[in-house]
Every structure is written in C-alpha cells, then in structure tokens.
C-alpha cells in the first residue's frame, strides 16, 4: 500500500472523464487501497481516482463508518435537497456551500466483483455526489457559491480548536468512566 500524488484543480487529468472498470483485478485492488489510504492521510471523508491521476471509474469515502470502495457507481435516485459546505482534497483550504440531494442511491460494484447497492442521506449523500462528480471532471467548485480561501495558519489554528475540543471531551467521557467505577 502507498500514498499516491493528489492532483490539483488546474491539472486537467481532473476535467476528463473517467473510463468505466471492466475488470477488478490486483492491480484495481491495489488502487483502492492506496486511494483509503491517501484519503486518510490527508483528511480526507472521500477520493476519486482521478484525484490521484488515474481515469477509472472509481471512488472510496469515509462519512465516519469506515471505508468503502466503490467501483463503477451510479446514482441511480435522488431526493430532496440540503446545502452544505464542502472543501476537497484537490482544492486545498478552498470551501464553498454546494446545493445537493438529500438522499440518494447508488450502485455499484465492491471490490469482490458483487453489485452493491447503497441508500444514503445527509453527509454520505454529498460525498458520493461530490466523488462521483470527480469522475466526470466535475469539481465542486464549479457548482459551489460563497467560496473562501483559507490561509495554511488559519485551518492549523482551525484543526488545533478541533484537536482542543476533542481533548476536552475525552477528559469529560473519562471522568464520567471513573464516576461510574465508583459506584
Ligand atoms: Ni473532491
């Protein structure tokens, strides 16, 4: 496994579209693994292929249930609507609110070859749209409004207030453990 090169938003590879995956073989296998783990070395909650240079119709996500490959995906049902701010791996320190369906269902092929489908809401809806988009060189800046900028000091101070907040409630779960040894 290895962490591949992300690719930025002026580099075109981004603005094709991506080929459909007619075999999931070792080599298909290995792409997954490296693109979970390059999400998560950077952050990330979602990838798509071509993120890392590489036209095939494939994504992975993490909404905070773990991974999931998904390969050749589809939405095949979309409902309602919600707008959220997003960001992307390819546009660092860049987020804007981005119009999306509330629900969506998309299927796909797992890494074994199965079709797979998959009923999503709130935040695991807006990533599937957002990687999904990634595969037809869709970036969500294209369809994004009331975009920012942030400087590298400004999201190190943002990501040390996170770091802050967890830290205090990990103290406040470990307190609450003791007191109920206690008893
Ligand atoms: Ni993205």
Redo the contacts with the bound molecule.
Sequence with gaps: MAIRNIRYDTDEVLRKRSREIEEIDNKIRELALDMVDTMYKYDGV???AP?VGILKRIIVIDPGTGPRVLINPVITKKSGSQTGEEG????PNVFGNVDRPKNVTVEYFDMDGKKQTLKAEDLEAVILC??ID?LDGV??LDKAYDVYKLSDEEIEAAKREAEELERKEQEKTKKKNKNCKRK
């Design positions: 979602g990838l798509a993120q992307c791996l390819s546009s957002h990687e990634h970036l969500f």
